[in-house]
């Protein structure tokens, strides 16, 4: 009996794991980084941001194929004042930059109270929560911000700029999982707008522009030379525009629309830069940070709130750990021919 | 020949300012926390700040006539790790505890990379970017949190729990005035809603909520027993509970929702905490931050933005230093009167 190709196939996180490593190293990243782009893929995966799990993979190995990302760079750690680290990711990606520099900052903000990492010349084309949700799991309170590319309109104005700049944040909780947020500062995501566009359906006001920077809820009119709103109107914008000073002013990176791609087709991965701030929140005058969290979800929830950031993906990833990581046969069987199986 | 009771008359903003110091003396702060709030507020008018500007006189002194807030009270700065400040404001304002760590905070920065400022026991009752700009002028980047009361129903719930909670950012520019943006996170300022409510207005949609957590354009709606949205749907949720736990829960303050002054009648300024990060850009690989700033301004131009976050402040400030800082004569009379002049 065969499976049929949209059967689903369940995986375990280091099967997908395993596999995704061997597609990395494949195409031209060293081992590290194969692993660390790896373990960050089948995360997403595994707890339902299916917009960066395997449905990324074919961006990862363009931008690859076409030379325009580093999968072999090594990062260059700079440990530069008592609360400051900068690294050089040598245009590779931002993920193996903070693995290099963790350990590092990790004595810095235990020994400081805050530290901050400003990762530059890297490669963002992830999800941000991976970067912050295992420093809560350490106690500490971490906040992120990474530039992208170009496809953001400022509040006002009539022509992309921006990118789609996320801010994540993580905090311990007394209880259970870590609370995590992961947000980007545009009214909707770049694939979401291709999806409506492929579905032929029509946007909620207040999403994008057309070329000519007029209001349109017709997604094809956003991708043919529109742009993107920010979310929230004027504060959004400024959000995101304080997003490209952090991550892009600050550590030395490329603004979102700075880095000229045309010479190597294929390139899809935004070449910018990342800023992550540790707080170490028992330096604070609270009995216990986590505990106080505690407190202020309950009272979320008596207010209606019923679901906290980072639920659905918590309780996605517990269901992957008793069933394991559906994918369709088809999509699996893709998979292990780009790993050459 | 007399002047009318509407008529304006300019002060200078030392003139203003004297003014307010006397009266805040007058009504029982130390003259160390009457020169914080005087200066403060004179330049909330000056900038045309006006909700924060004189128009919050009466407020801080029916807060300090009901004994709710400690005029007098000494901040003590707790100098708890090399770049972590805690200030317990004692019961008094923010604004002398933030001044009172202003020097060791400076240093710690200098020499970290990056402080933190975590205040609590304090009252913040003023407009937040007064605390951020200056450290701009400094050549830092600011970044300022402080809850506040409970006014916001957080996405999705039906009752109110946070505060507008405002988010405050600062960063200096090669040319001229810092970059500066000072935003609540709730859709709509309370002032706001107030002044809908005695105009008679409806308001657009998304701002607010009636005491059964049904979604109002009635302002009066919203003030009896209603709550405010946050902006943005659940992403400014998201940030006014991460506003909630940087600033009270890290700091060891109160929730927005947890103070009660039912025995304090009068009481009007929330007693809760906040926090400040200093980051020194000249840590970090770009060869001027603040030259990185203007080449971001200019392409917001470009892309249409022609005004950036600060410049009607700055606008208005330049008109005042030219003018003076025109209050109407009635308006001078009251507060005049208050001075005991």
Request: charge should be negative; glycine fraction near 12%; include cysteine.
């Given at each position: 009996?065969?499976?049929s190709h949209s059967d689903p196939i369940h995986l375990s996180f280091n099967e997908l794991r395993d596999?995704?490593?061997?597609?990395?190293?494949?195409?031209?990243?060293?081992?590290?980084?194969?692993?660390?782009?790896?373990?960050?893929?089948?995360?997403?995966?595994?707890?339902?941001?299916?917009?960066?799990?395997?449905?990324?993979?074919?961006?990862?190995?363009?931008?690859?194929?076409?030379?325009?990302?580093?999968?072999?760079?090594?990062?260059?750690?700079?440990?530069?004042?008592?609360?400051?680290?900068?690294?050089?990711?040598?245009?590779?990606?931002?993920?193996?930059?903070?693995?290099?520099?963790?350990?590092?900052?990790?004595?810095?903000?235990?020994?400081?109270?805050?530290?901050?990492?400003?990762?530059?010349?890297?490669?963002?084309?992830?999800?941000?929560?991976?970067?912050?949700?295992?420093?809560?799991?350490?106690?500490?309170?971490?906040?992120?911000?990474?530039?992208?590319?170009?496809?953001?309109?400022?509040?006002?104005?009539?022509?992309?700029?921006?990118?789609?700049?996320?801010?994540?944040?993580?905090?311990?909780?007394?209880?259970?999982?870590?609370?995590?947020?992961?947000?980007?500062?545009?009214?909707?995501?770049?694939?979401?707008?291709?999806?409506?566009?492929?579905?032929?359906?029509?946007?909620?006001?207040?999403?994008?522009?057309?070329?000519?920077?007029?209001?349109?809820?017709?997604?094809?009119?956003?991708?043919?030379?529109?742009?993107?709103?920010?979310?929230?109107?004027?504060?959004?914008?400024?959000?995101?525009?304080?997003?490209?000073?952090?991550?892009?002013?600050?550590?030395?990176?490329?603004?979102?629309?700075?880095?000229?791609?045309?010479?190597?087709?294929?390139?899809?991965?935004?070449?910018?830069?990342?800023l992550l701030i540790l707080i170490d929140p028992d330096r604070g005058a609270s009995r216990s940070f986590?505990?106080?969290?505690?407190?202020?979800?309950?009272?979320?929830?008596?207010?209606?709130?019923?679901?906290?950031?980072?639920?659905?993906?918590?309780?996605?990833?517990?269901?992957?750990e008793v069933e394991g990581i559906a994918l369709p046969a088809g999509e699996l069987a893709k998979l292990?021919?780009?790993?050459?199986?």
């Amino acid at each position: 009996m065969q499976a049929s190709h949209s059967d689903p196939i369940h995986l375990s996180f280091n099967e997908l794991r395993d596999l995704l490593a061997s597609i990395f190293e494949r195409h031209g990243t060293s081992a590290q980084v194969a692993a660390t782009l790896a373990d960050n893929c089948a995360a997403a995966q595994r707890d339902g941001s299916d917009s960066h799990g395997v449905f990324r993979i074919p961006g990862y190995l363009s931008s690859l194929g076409s030379g325009w990302v580093n999968g072999r760079a090594e990062p260059k750690v700079e440990d530069v004042a008592p609360s400051f680290v900068r690294v050089d990711a040598g245009g590779g990606f931002a993920q193996p930059a903070l693995a290099a520099a963790r350990e590092l900052l990790l004595a810095k903000v235990r020994e400081s109270g805050i530290a901050l990492l400003a990762i530059r010349n890297s490669h963002h084309f992830a999800a941000l929560w991976p970067d912050v949700e295992p420093f809560a799991r350490e106690g500490l309170v971490a906040l992120s911000f990474v530039n992208s590319m170009t496809s953001v309109v400022p509040h006002g104005g009539h022509s992309a700029l921006f990118g789609t700049n996320p801010i994540a944040f993580a905090a311990p909780r007394g209880q259970g999982d870590p609370l995590v947020f992961d947000l980007a500062t545009s009214a909707i995501a770049n694939g979401d707008v291709q999806i409506a566009a492929r579905e032929g359906k029509q946007l909620p006001e207040g999403f994008g522009v057309d070329a000519q920077g007029q209001p349109t809820r017709d997604p094809k009119a956003i991708l043919d030379g529109g742009a993107l709103l920010p979310f929230g109107g004027y504060k959004g914008s400024a959000l995101s525009m304080m997003v490209e000073l952090l991550a892009a002013a600050l550590t030395g990176g490329n603004f979102s629309f700075e880095f000229d791609w045309s010479g190597h087709p294929g390139a899809q991965t935004p070449w910018t830069g990342q800023l992550l701030i540790l707080i170490d929140p028992d330096r604070g005058a609270s009995r216990s940070f986590a505990e106080r969290c505690e407190t202020l979800i309950a009272r979320m929830a008596e207010a209606g709130q019923d679901r906290q950031p980072g639920d659905r993906r918590y309780r996605q990833r517990a269901r992957a750990e008793v069933e394991g990581i559906a994918l369709p046969a088809g999509e699996l069987a893709k998979l292990r021919a780009l790993a050459g199986l």
